[in-house]
């Protein structure tokens, strides 16, 4: 974070300084929810949440060296005393980079692949100048303004993951940090209840390009009508990125190995360069292409770009980390998150890498799916039954529809049942997917079955 007195940080966040704050005292080092992480000159911000109240730690950050709080009430620590917490740090964040004119802003949204994309183009963009980005899926109203805040004089490049749970959030985000270039992938069936309809995630994904300035960049995804459509609201320059003929940035003579990694030409509009990934699935393609599709509006080469997205490797976790124990069972951990569209992906990986060995799976009931979350569970269960498996695990109270489309699935009641399932099972040579919500917690399978080995 760039250096801020106090006095200026309650002024940008309409505050009051409580009597043992000193207004000359600089904030100089991050800005932390969590009080372990606070270290001499940071800024801590007390967040009230559903089981733990950071105002309950002020003291603890302050002992640790935090120059203040960002609070919503007086605390045992100096302290600036804001209305709302969640704005003040918002306006925190949009002053900030308001004041870094230099720093280019991308933001990448869509129902899938945000968190991989946001990786590449972070990495892509590193080769022309220091960038700041997420750790993980840092894409909220808490982690995109803590991200932004990372940034000092010294940034060049700021890549944000912007995620919406309703109409006007990414709008907000984008509000906070202004996105020069803005990067679609899709839109999918994650948060189908909440929205109530594709059109409708649509709307709220579209957001993202409404905010661009008319010297900006919209990179939209040519294979998803829906984003495709996106073209239309906007006043930036578009630019394609898929596997479609007219698109700007393609995949060509596209080739998939045993392992689940694909290979192909990018295409560019003023030339072209081989590409073999190191990550895993088909889906994998899509998410290298809009990172290229941006790093080439950045000025990057296309060879530069192929290098790089080749020698990439998962950053964040859970997300189809293929592991191989020393017995030849091979793990797929794509635990973070799921959705109808991610889940059949995720078995086309399965088939890939498993080949004629035998293949188990581990998954979940998916949720967020609103009125049609039956029917759609069934059809899970449905693919997953239909995948040629040696056996289906099923975790969970809430597995009654998957289970209806999958009859012959073992069905447990939670993590360790699955773990001792289908240790009970496994033979050397076999491959296991594991895969379900978040909230499922089934990484602790990957784990347990990989000994600890886990990214």
Request: hydrophobic share 50%; no cysteine.
């Amino acid at each position: 974070m760039i250096p801020l007195p106090l006095a200026r940080i309650a002024e940008i966040t309409s505050g009051a300084l409580t009597g043992m704050a000193d207004p000359r005292a600089v904030v100089h080092g991050p800005v932390v929810i969590d009080s372990r992480a606070a270290e001499p000159g940071s800024l801590f911000v007390a967040i009230k949440g559903e089981r733990v109240d950071g105002h309950d730690f002020a003291q603890r950050a302050h002992e640790a060296g935090a120059a203040a709080v960002l609070a919503a009430r007086p605390v045992e620590a100096p302290a600036v005393i804001v209305g709302d917490v969640l704005t003040a740090l918002a306006d925190l964040a949009r002053a900030v980079i308001s004041d870094m004119p230099a720093v280019t802003v991308v933001g990448v949204t869509g129902s899938a692949g945000k968190t991989t994309t946001k990786d590449l183009m972070a990495r892509l963009a590193a080769r022309i100048g220091l960038t700041v980005a997420p750790v993980g899926s840092y894409n909220n109203e808490i982690g995109h303004p803590l991200t932004v805040l990372k940034v000092d004089r010294t940034t060049r490049f700021l890549v944000l993951e912007l995620s919406a749970r309703n109409i006007g959030h990414i709008a907000h985000l984008a509000s906070v940090a202004p996105p020069r270039i803005g990067v679609v992938l899709n839109v999918g069936t994650a948060h189908l209840g909440v929205f109530g309809g594709k059109d409708a995630i649509a709307q709220a994904k579209g957001e993202l390009v409404e905010a661009l300035p008319a010297d900006g960049v919209a990179v939209l995804n040519a294979d998803d009508p829906l984003v495709r459509a996106m073209a239309g609201r906007t006043n930036a320059r578009v630019t394609y990125f898929g596997r479609s003929p007219d698109a700007h940035v393609r995949a060509e003579d596209e080739v998939i190995d045993e392992r689940g990694r694909a290979s192909f030409t990018l295409r560019t509009p003023t030339g072209a360069a081989p590409v073999r990934l190191r990550l895993y699935g088909a889906h994998a393609v899509e998410n290298a292409l809009a990172a290229a599709a941006a790093a080439y509006e950045l000025g990057l080469p296309v060879a530069t770009i192929a290098e790089e997205i080749s020698q990439a490797e998962p950053r964040s976790r859970w997300r189809m980390e293929v592991t191989d124990r020393q017995d030849g069972v091979t793990v797929i951990n794509d635990a973070y998150n799921a959705n109808p569209d991610s889940m059949r992906a995720a078995f086309e990986s399965l088939a890939t890498i498993g080949g004629a060995r035998r293949r188990f799976a581990v998954i979940a009931s998916l949720r967020e799916l609103g009125e049609d979350s039956a029917a759609l569970n069934e059809d899970l269960g449905r693919l997953a039954a239909g995948s040629g498996l040696e056996a289906l695990i099923v975790v969970g109270q809430d597995a009654g529809p998957v289970l209806a489309g999958a009859p012959g699935a073992l069905h447990v009641p939670d993590v360790d049942a699955a773990t001792a399932e289908l240790s009970a099972r496994l033979a050397p040579g076999d491959v296991v997917l594991v895969k379900g919500p978040r909230a499922a917690g089934l990484e602790r399978v990957a784990e347990a079955i990989l000994g600890g080995d886990a990214r």
